[in-house]
Nanobody
Framework: QVQLVESGGGSVQAGGSLRLSCVAS???????MAWFRQAPGKEREGVAG???????SYADSVKGRFTISRDNAGNTLYLQMNSLKPEDTAMYSC????????????????????WGQGTQVTVSS
């Protein structure tokens, strides 16, 4: 499995930006990785994913505002979040699956087996 540690969360006003990072140890460039979020009282939802070929996918609620990327070594996953809204408030977690994969759909939690502890994002109006 892959060890994941997130950072970059915080509090920001609506319209602001944050950049989340997820450092992966034991990872290889061709793993599938993703960002998920969970707000209080709500189910965990897939936010954005990147597959072994670098194909990205996004939930409709964040398309055009969030960008997922990773460095060339595959050690760090990023989520650039722009034009943040109060409804983006949640605990954000990164996830990975230690295998080559092709995924062109919004990430599904049951398809990932390594998870970070999460970083809180709070957006105020």
């Amino acid at each position: 499995q892959v060890q994941l540690v997130e950072s970059g969360g915080g509090s920001v006003q609506a319209g602001g930006s944050l950049r989340l990072s997820c450092v992966a140890s034991g990872s290889k460039y061709n793993y599938c990785m993703a960002w998920f979020r969970q707000a209080p009282g709500k189910e965990r939802e897939g936010v954005a994913g990147i597959d072994s070929l670098g194909t990205t996918s996004y939930a409709d609620s964040v398309k055009g505002r969030f960008t997922i990327s990773r460095d060339n070594a595959g050690n760090t996953l990023y989520l650039q979040m722009n034009s943040l809204k109060p409804e983006d408030t949640a605990m954000y977690s990164c996830a990975a699956v230690a295998m080559y994969c092709r995924r062109v759909y919004v990430p599904k939690a049951n398809e990932y087996n390594s998870w970070g502890q999460g970083t809180q994002v709070t957006v105020s109006s």
